[in-house]
């Protein structure tokens, strides 16, 4: 478990290095605009101007007001005194090398922002999947209760791929905060009745003596 869990962080991290290496800046802007106008048909404009907004606050009082953001830029990017103070070498990469550099951090920082934007879209349906999860694990636990009373056996199939389900449906979740291409936000209210449900088939099949 601990090495799947190891496996899963560095796959999540490649794929941030390829966000970062392969996808323009352009791109990014182009995702971030087709959320936005997802969003405003699905929720509406007074509730997708809150979360944008919340998502920039965050993204300044993280990355911004703490100068992250700022030490980044002038670790890769040379200012301009910089430059002047290296004799001979004032215009080395100022044309090509660190425009490059340039929007490969600027790509790097909008998927930073998306993901937290991506973050509070997935936070704010957490009232919806508390409601909708005890009903279904509570038919689950019955079930279970009324297959002790008869000769009815769990299925330790059903068992193992509910609980596979429930583990890929947050790596899903977990994995789609950097994915480069817009998100549906219907996918996230999908994403819980798919829970709901195969937690309801995981206790429903869980053993009848643990």
């Known amino acids: 478990m601990q090495r799947n869990l190891l496996l899963s962080l560095l796959i999540w991290l490649l794929e941030i290095i390829l966000v970062a290496s392969f996808v323009s800046d352009r791109w990014t802007r182009e995702i971030q605009a087709a959320e936005d106008r997802m969003l405003v048909a699905y929720i509406g404009v007074e509730k997708e101007s809150e979360i944008r907004e919340t998502s920039q606050k965050w993204f300044d009082r993280l990355f911004v007001r703490t100068g ?77 209760k009324v297959s002790q009373t008869n000769f009815d056996y769990p299925s330790p199939l059903a068992h193992r791929y509910s609980l596979y389900v429930i583990l890929g449906a947050v790596y899903l979740l977990f994995m789609g905060l950097t994915l480069p291409f817009p998100i549906p936000p219907q996918s996230i209210p999908v994403g819980i009745f798919v829970v709901a449900f195969a937690m309801n088939v995981l206790l429903a099949n869980t053993q009848k003596r643990i």
Not at 68 to 79: A, H, L
Not at 97 to 126: C, E, H, N
């Open 68 to 144: 992250i953001k700022e030490s980044i830029y002038r670790y890769f990017i040379p200012t301009e005194r910089e430059r002047q103070l290296s004799k001979g070498f004032e215009d080395v990469g100022r044309h090509d090398l660190f425009p490059f550099i340039q929007s490969r951090l600027d790509v790097l920082m909008g998927t930073v922002y998306q993901m937290i934007k991506r973050f509070i879209m997935a936070w704010i349906w957490l009232p919806f999947f508390m409601v909708t999860l005890p009903p279904f694990a509570v038919d689950g636990l019955i079930r279970r």
